[in-house]
T-cell receptor, first 113, second 114 residues
Framework: DQQVKQNSPSLSVQEGRISILNCDYT??????FLWYKKYPAEGPTFLIS?????DKNEDGRFTVFLNKSAKHLSLHIVPSQPGDSAVYFC????????????FGTGTRLQVTL | ETGVTQSPTHLIKTRGQQVTLRCSSQ?????VSWYQQALGQGPQFIFQ???????GRGNFPPRFSGLQFPNYSSELNVNALELDDSALYLC?????????????FGSGTRLTVV
């Protein structure tokens, strides 16, 4: 049972444009949502998060939007840069200190020149 | 801070064998979690240790076991290896109060079972 889904395995965006990565979830008990970025041969790196009581969180070029009624979140990267090329994982958890993160399958973002 | 170090980086084992993977957490991080990432999948939670006690477990059989030591290191042990155990194993450490917000992941151990 895949509780967190990323339906786009890959995405290609031109440098300077907006990248939009999507994530859907099924478990209404999730309290926090996080995005991780992973380069090859490295562990996932925390990028940005959002609590279920908010609908938007922004950090520099990265913004996460949460639509609780649709059980959908998205990560916007503006403007996209070649260094953003990586695999992005959406993850969800219960209240901190939660014992586990539930990850999606990831979206590979390629930012082209 | 020295980050999270995992060893070995790559490992090949035969079906039925046992394996021990190691993780050295950041100093002060009293919580460590292990995840399995199969090819094309996201990381899946195996278990978490807090102050050397198991503190949550995912949907993995008992042949997956762990240890956490006072010096912020930990081990993941897998007995009776199966072909489906081939995956990237990730260790993540944090402090209890920050939970997953403070997660620092290691680069992982790539295990291949043949």
């Amino acid at each position: 049972d895949q509780q967190v889904k990323q339906n786009s395995p890959s995405l290609s965006v031109q440098e300077g444009r907006i990248s939009i990565l999507n994530c859907d979830y099924t478990n209404s008990m999730f309290d926090y949502f996080l995005w991780y970025k992973k380069y090859p041969a490295e562990g996932p790196t925390f990028l940005i998060s959002i609590s279920s009581i908010k609908d938007k969180n922004e950090d520099g070029r990265f913004t996460v939007f949460l639509n609780k009624s649709a059980k959908h979140l998205s990560l916007h990267i503006v403007p996209s840069q070649p260094g953003d090329s990586a695999v992005y994982f959406c993850a969800a958890s219960g209240p901190v200190p939660a014992s586990k993160l539930t990850f999606g399958t990831g979206t590979r973002l390629q930012v082209t020149l | 801070e020295t980050g999270v170090t995992q060893s070995p980086t790559h490992l090949i084992k035969t079906r039925g064998q046992q394996v021990t993977l190691r993780c050295s957490s950041q100093s002060g991080h009293n919580t460590v979690s292990w995840y399995q990432q199969a090819l094309g999948q996201g990381p899946q939670f195996i278990f978490q240790y807090y102050r050397e006690e198991e503190n949550g477990r995912g949907n993995f059989p008992p042949r997956f076991s762990g240890l956490q030591f006072p010096n912020y290191s930990s081990e993941l042990n897998v007995n009776a290896l199966e072909l489906d155990d081939s995956a990237l194993y990730l260790c993540a450490s944090s402090t209890r109060d920050r939970g997953h917000y403070g997660y620092t992941f290691g680069s992982g151990t790539r295990l291949t079972v043949v």
